[in-house]
């Protein structure tokens, strides 16, 4: 899975730029992050920008989203299509509250099955 290039960026609507320490822990953050770690990321970010209504942030995220579908498991991508692309339709329209209230349970999801694989894992001692 390809590093999210939209985690690394700082958001358009901030004209400070951040100090290169910080810069450099985000950067390590996101190259250090396991594949679902970057989706929460990614869900991190397009929930941020509803709430900034944002639409030019938020959709890239959900773009980002929409690309790290795996079509392999054709059932929940195209639920999970199907949702992204309603959020679109959502952000595009202005309505940032109903776009993010499904993103914030599709994290919430995303959140709970991170800590069911921990726990099917077995441990390394």
Not at 65 to 78: M, P, Q, R, T, V
Not at 82 to 101: P, T
Not at 110 to 118: G, L, S, T, V, Y
């Amino acid at each position: 899975m390809q590093r999210f290039a939209l985690l690394e960026q700082t958001p358009q609507a901030t004209p400070v730029r951040m100090p290169a320490a910080h810069e450099q822990y985000r950067a390590q953050q996101v190259l250090g992050a396991s594949p679902m770690q970057l989706i929460l990321m990614v869900y991190d970010v397009a929930i941020v920008a509803c709430e900034a209504q944002d639409p030019q942030r938020a959709g890239r995220a959900v773009g980002e989203l929409i690309g790290s579908l795996n079509f392999d498991y054709k059932e929940i991508a195209s639920d999970l299509f199907r949702l992204y692309e309603y959020c679109l339709w959502e952000i595009r329209r202005g309505r940032f509250r109903d776009a993010a209230k499904v993103l914030r349970g599709l994290k919430r999801a995303w959140e709970d099955a991170m800590i069911a694989d921990r726990g099917s894992r077995p441990s390394v001692a």
